[in-house]
């Protein structure tokens, strides 16, 4: 096993780990008593949104780097081209979400007479809906950022949009 195949095992058990326990944080943070709560809603948020993240990634970065799809490289091509954006959207989903988080703890600890008013369940969805919307009109570029060429072993994929030749 090369360098590659070391780093993509290590990143499946990485996935596999995290997996399990977004998967249980999204199970309690999505039990009915726990969504009246802002906070709640957003790690029951986070906890999806970090979920999908890690199931995303293992297209991206795992099978690629294991060679078990060496004869499919036209359906890897296709996969990469669509995951790939998505995986990013769920990225930029994650870290704004966590800011989200931040602002919610930083109103309850420095100004507690407004948290009530300011976080609450519903404006906490209505943040999560936001989020992703921006997250999507953010990152649709990514869709178009690389090219399909196809071949006589199939399609491959090459850098499109940053490919600095197009600009020349």
Same mark, same amino acid.
């Given at each position: 096993?090369?360098?590659?195949?070391?780093?993509?095992? %290590?990143? +499946? *058990? +990485?996935?596999? $780990?995290?997996?399990?326990?977004?998967?249980?944080?999204? *199970?309690?943070?999505?039990?009915?008593?726990?969504?009246?709560?802002?906070v709640n809603v957003l790690l029951c948020a986070l %906890?999806?949104?970090? /979920?999908?993240?890690?199931?995303?990634?293992?297209?991206?970065?795992? $099978?690629?780097?294991?060679? +078990? &799809?060496? %004869?499919?490289?036209?359906? @890897? !091509?296709?996969?990469?081209?669509? $995951?790939?954006? +998505?995986? @990013?959207?769920?990225? =930029?989903? %994650?870290?704004?979400?966590?800011?989200?988080?931040?602002?919610?703890?930083?109103?309850?600890?420095?100004?507690?007479?407004?948290?009530?008013? &300011?976080c609450t369940p519903k404006k906490s969805r209505l943040a999560v809906l936001c989020i992703?919307?921006?997250?999507?009109?953010?990152? /649709? !570029?990514? /869709?178009?950022?690389?090219? *399909? $060429?196809?071949?006589?072993?199939? !399609?491959?994929?090459?850098?499109?949009?940053?490919?600095? =030749?197009?600009?020349?």
């Amino acid at each position: 096993m090369d360098s590659q195949q070391w780093m993509a095992c %290590s990143i +499946l *058990l +990485l996935v596999i $780990i995290g997996s399990f326990g977004n998967a249980l944080s999204f *199970l309690l943070f999505s039990r009915p008593h726990m969504k009246c709560s802002s906070v709640n809603v957003l790690l029951c948020a986070l %906890s999806f949104i970090d /979920f999908s993240l890690l199931l995303l990634s293992i297209p991206t970065f795992v $099978i690629p780097n294991l060679d +078990l &799809w060496l %004869s499919a490289v036209t359906f @890897l !091509a296709y996969v990469l081209k669509l $995951i790939y954006p +998505l995986n @990013l959207i769920m990225q =930029t989903c %994650s870290v704004y979400t966590m800011l989200v988080i931040t602002f919610e703890r930083w109103t309850a600890v420095c100004r507690p007479l407004q948290v009530r008013v &300011w976080c609450t369940p519903k404006k906490s969805r209505l943040a999560v809906l936001c989020i992703f919307v921006f997250a999507v009109l953010y990152n /649709f !570029a990514r /869709f178009f950022e690389y090219r *399909l $060429i196809h071949t006589t072993d199939g !399609a491959i994929y090459e850098r499109w949009l940053r490919d600095p =030749t197009n600009y020349r």
